[in-house]
């Protein structure tokens, strides 16, 4: 099954029906708004696929809008791969790219006015007195002496604070809310801090820079968001988001909705710890494919289109849940079945020769790039006395359940003839070299005339027109479900992750686009990576065919 067409329902989807039914809203606006300081990853496209899809299905508008106002952690390459990625999971955004920063000399103003209202006040205490003032979850805390400076004098230092006459880490303007709030976030809250940072988008203009809460709502406010979406754990600072708008002078009154985030097994999800893995070199870099970002998927075969699949399957809620790493996989794997042509590799070569097969004698066969699709046709594969098979798909001796090639019996070659293995060569650790064949000239295409019945099929490449291929196969990063949980998450890398293999191609899959998945028959979905050249090819393995870790747990 491919995308499913059907628009989705969540509770934030009933809210909205609900606005525009009571005339709330005409138009609705939605926004995505990351912080340019690491690349994309899942939880964020189940956010995007979100604001994009309800835009999209109301006929509305979803702004991109870089929440930058952390110059020391963000970085335009980052700006750069966010746009990227957004475009490539099939989304467009409404107008220009916005920044935050865009903002700064409005947000400069509604700070001034705050301080004009006694709202704000700057606070010169230092960060342990004022961890001690905070109080705890239990206790209130208690008001800074700078708390009723008047507004006057807090003008003036806040123009300090701008002009660069106090040090980073000396004040902060703070807002004056209630010191005894049940709510952390509502306790004189930070609004701006000094920061000598230069700014990729606004360069050396500013040396004091607004906080996460106080810059968000309002630029929600300036940008027309009806319905600002975001995670759970900016619940308690929906208070500080109203609190703000209904202290300045702006005519839009957005409303902030939460909802879970996306937690997947067997990864990690937070940019910190994923700037971790790169800078420490778990992984070759962000888009490494082994990754949970948009990149790395990308990179290791998944479509956008079995992305925006499984965002649709998780749904959106307020339930806080861990999501299956199988029902990514299976989104791809659903959607590859269908979609991807079929081609045949080998992944570690064992080569196998047909001695009654004439001479030097050649034939393309005809091979169908989909078993169940006729549309997408056929291509020739060369067929000749010598190719590759699977080694593993070898055995001297086996039992019944082995439906491959045992010695002394038959097996079909894929798309190609009945062969029967007749005796096999070894090298002096007693490796199997070689396996020396007969084949049934007569069964091309049909059963042999005999009424022979012949059940296993294996695939095989050519061996003189194979390809040579890096085949890097790719398993999950971590070898527990939930590696936040360890005390190191580093610790429960699984050292398996990437496995490499030399294996042998058929011809046509020289010319395939990257990111573009096939089916390795019998083997997996893979698609060429981007390491791959003129003389060098290089695949991944995106999925298997079948879900190993579904049965390794079930024992
Ligand atoms: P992190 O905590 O890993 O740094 P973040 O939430 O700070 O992530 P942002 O760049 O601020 O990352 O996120 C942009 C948007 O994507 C926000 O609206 C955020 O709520 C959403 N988002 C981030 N992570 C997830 C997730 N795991 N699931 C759903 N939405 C997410
Ligand atoms: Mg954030």
């Known amino acids: ?230 995670t759970l754990e900016f619940q308690d600072n929906r208070r500080l988001y109203d609190w703000v708008l209904s202290n300045i002078t702006i005519d839009s009154t957005p409303h902030q909705y939460e909802f879970s985030r996306l937690n997947l097994e067997y990864t990690v999800l937070s940019k910190r710890k994923l700037i971790q893995l790169v800078e420490d070199n778990q992984v070759s870099g962000w888009d490494d494919p082994r990754m949970p970002t948009v990149a790395g998927l990308r990179r290791r075969g998944y479509t956008s289109a079995s992305i925006r699949e499984f965002c649709k399957r998780i ?22 079945n269908a979609q991807a042509p079929r081609a045949m590799a080998v992944l570690e070569p064992l080569k196998l020769v047909i001695e009654n097969y004439q001479g030097s004698e050649v034939e393309n066969l005809s091979a169908a790039n989909h078993p169940a699709n006729e549309s997408m046709g056929s291509r020739e594969v060369p067929f000749g006395r010598e190719i590759f098979i699977e080694a593993e798909d070898f055995k001297e001796e086996a039992n019944k359940k082995f439906k491959r090639l045992v010695l002394g019996k038959e097996v079909r070659l894929r798309n190609a003839y009945v062969i029967k293995a007749e005796r096999v060569e070894k090298d002096e650790q007693g490796n199997i070299t070689t396996v020396y064949c007969s084949y049934d000239k007569d069964t091309l295409g049909k059963d042999p005339a005999d009424g022979r019945k012949v059940k296993g099929v294996i695939h095989w490449v050519s061996a003189s027109h194979g390809v040579p291929a890096e085949i890097r196969l790719y398993d999950r990063l971590f070898k527990v479900p939930n590696p936040a949980a360890e005390q190191d998450f580093l610790d429960s890398i699984n050292e398996e992750s990437l496995v490499v293999k030399q294996g042998i191609v058929e011809p046509s899959l020289v ?45």
Request: net charge negative; charged share 25%; with cysteine.
């Open 1 to 230: 099954m491919a995308e499913t067409d059907s628009r989705p329902t969540n509770f934030i989807r009933q809210i909205i029906d609900k606005d525009i039914n009571e005339g709330l809203h005409t138009t609705i606006q939605t926004r995505f708004p990351p912080e340019p300081n690491g690349y994309l990853h899942i939880g964020h496209a189940k956010s995007i696929c979100l604001n994009f899809g309800i835009a999209q299905d109301y006929h509305g508008h979803c702004n991109l809008r870089f929440d930058d106002t952390n110059p020391e952690k963000e970085d335009i390459d980052y700006v750069n791969s966010i746009q990227q990625d957004v475009n490539w999971l099939g989304f467009s955004w409404s107008g220009e790219v916005r920044y935050s920063s865009n903002y700064f000399d409005q947000l400069y103003a509604f700070a001034v006015e705050l301080i004009n209202k006694g709202l704000a006040y700057v606070d010169f205490s230092t960060q342990e007195q004022m961890r001690e003032l905070r109080g705890t979850l239990k206790e209130p805390g208690k008001n800074s002496q700078y708390r009723d400076t008047s507004a006057t004098e807090n003008l003036a230092l806040f123009e300090k604070m701008r002009n660069g006459e106090f040090k980073e880490g000396e004040c902060l303007l703070r807002a004056k809310i209630d010191m005894s709030s049940p709510f952390m976030c509502m306790r004189d809250p930070a609004l701006y801090r000094v920061r000598f940072a230069h700014h990729h988008q606004t360069g050396d203009k500013w040396c004091i820079y607004p906080m996460y809460d106080f810059t968000h709502c309002i630029s929600d406010a300036i940008e027309g968001i009806t319905h600002s979406l975001c």
């Open 315 to 336: 749904g959106v809620t307020k339930m806080d849940n861990m999501v299956e790493m199988s029902v990514l996989e299976a989104c791809l794997r659903e959607e590859l």
């Open 511 to 555: 010319d395939v686009q990257l990111n573009t998945p096939m089916q390795f028959e019998r083997t997996g979905y893979f698609c060429k990576d981007q390491d791959s050249a003129a003389d060098r090819l290089v695949f991944n393995r995106a999925v298997g065919l079948r879900d190993t870790w579904a049965r390794m747990d079930q024992g």
